[in-house]
């Protein structure tokens, strides 16, 4: 049972996240429901604690891989433990994909899987889940754009590098999504007003 100082703690963290959420929020629309923003500042706050993030595998602590997860999800008997495991999946994809994806682009790991696989899993839960389905749908149907506000809520949009911008600039280009060209040009870059190649 955690400590009265660590559900302060918690409390507080939370409190910072969903601010910092909110305030994102406001650049997307559609904006993201308000239950959806404190599942995710609930959620960051949560993993502010390391042992939420790693466990125990093999006699040594570590991130259970995601691929990993989702076998055991597939495995399990139970449809309330299917229903933890996807959560716990969809959280870390979203959490690693929005904090830590140099460290794995490092590793060949692209933006995509997490995508896919934190998507997939809120995906099942928005229609399986006791509780928070519309959270989940949202999570799930807007799992790329999340992805990014977690990231910049988090400070991790805050100092893009050349390649970042460059990759940001790729991907306006293939998808002409209107919310990628409004982040290109308050980072300063001039595009054609034609828009991105489809």
């Known amino acids: 049972m955690p400590s009265v100082s660590q559900t302060t703690f918690e409390q507080t963290l939370a409190d910072f996240f969903r ?37 125990y595998d093999a006699g040594e602590l570590a991130i259970r891989p995601l691929a990993l997860l ?20 969809g959280d ?35 229609e399986n889940a006791r509780d928070n389905r519309r959270v989940f749908r949202e999570l799930s149907a807007r799992f790329a754009r999340l992805l990014e506000l977690v990231a910049a809520a ?12 460059l990759q940001l600039f790729q991907r306006w280009r293939e998808s002409g999504d209107p919310q990628l060209a409004a982040q290109l040009r308050g980072l300063g870059v001039m595009l054609p007003e034609s828009g991105g190649i489809h």
Request: net charge negative.
């Open 92 to 126: 870390l994809a979203l959490f690693m994909g929005a904090l830590f994806p140099d460290n794995y682009t490092r590793r060949g790991i692209s933006r995509d899987y997490f995508i896919g696989m934190g998507g997939g899993a809120y995906d099942y839960l928005g």
């Open 19 to 55: 601010e910092r959420l909110q305030a994102g929020a406001e650049d997307l629309d559609p904006r993201p429901q308000e239950e959806t923003l404190w599942y995710l500042g609930s959620l960051l706050a949560r993993f502010g604690d390391s042992g939420q993030v790693f466990s």
């Open 70 to 89: 989702y076998r055991d999800a597939l495995e399990v008997d139970s449809h309330y433990h299917r229903c933890l495991i996807l959560r716990q999946l």
């Open 154 to 165: 988090c400070g991790r949009g805050r100092q893009m590098g050349a390649t970042d911008i």
